[in-house]
């Protein structure tokens, strides 16, 4: 059985830095793709970051490109999300995810369970 399981959420100021983790179980996450999203109160679900399997190629979401930087361990099943420069906007609950296929997309994955990130001003 895959899971994720996301930790390091907190409270921080603005401006302020947070990394957050997610481990993941059940499957050799080498051979995958890893993204964090995230939801904020009232809005859909948005794309934050990815990663390719071997860490080789990512991508952001310009609304945290340069401030964000993803990345991953595969010796530890573990793919990180640094956040800097963190401002109110960046509120939210953050999932981490991978696709069920190697060759597949976020619209099929498993999610982990989130984790709380609340940026004060």
């Known amino acids: 059985q895959v899971q994720l399981v996301e930790s390091g959420g907190g409270l921080v100021q603005a401006g302020g830095s947070l990394r957050i983790s997610c481990a993941g179980f059940?499957?050799?996450?080498?051979?995958?793709?890893m993204g964090w999203f995230r939801q904020a109160p009232g809005k859909e679900r948005e794309f934050v970051a990815t990663?390719?399997?071997?860490?080789?190629?990512?991508s952001y979401a310009d609304s945290v490109k340069g401030r964000f930087t993803i990345s991953r361990d595969n010796a530890k099943n573990t793919v990180y999300l640094e956040m800097g420069s963190l401002e109110p906007e960046d509120t939210a609950v953050y999932y981490c995810?991978?696709?069920?296929?190697?060759?597949?997309?976020?619209?099929?994955?498993?999610w982990g369970q989130g984790t709380q990130v609340t940026v004060s001003s």
């Open positions: 059940g499957r050799t996450f080498s051979l995958y793709a």
């Open positions: 990663i390719g399997s071997r860490g080789l190629t990512t």
């Open positions: 995810a991978t696709p069920r296929a190697s060759w597949g997309s976020y619209s099929d994955a498993y």
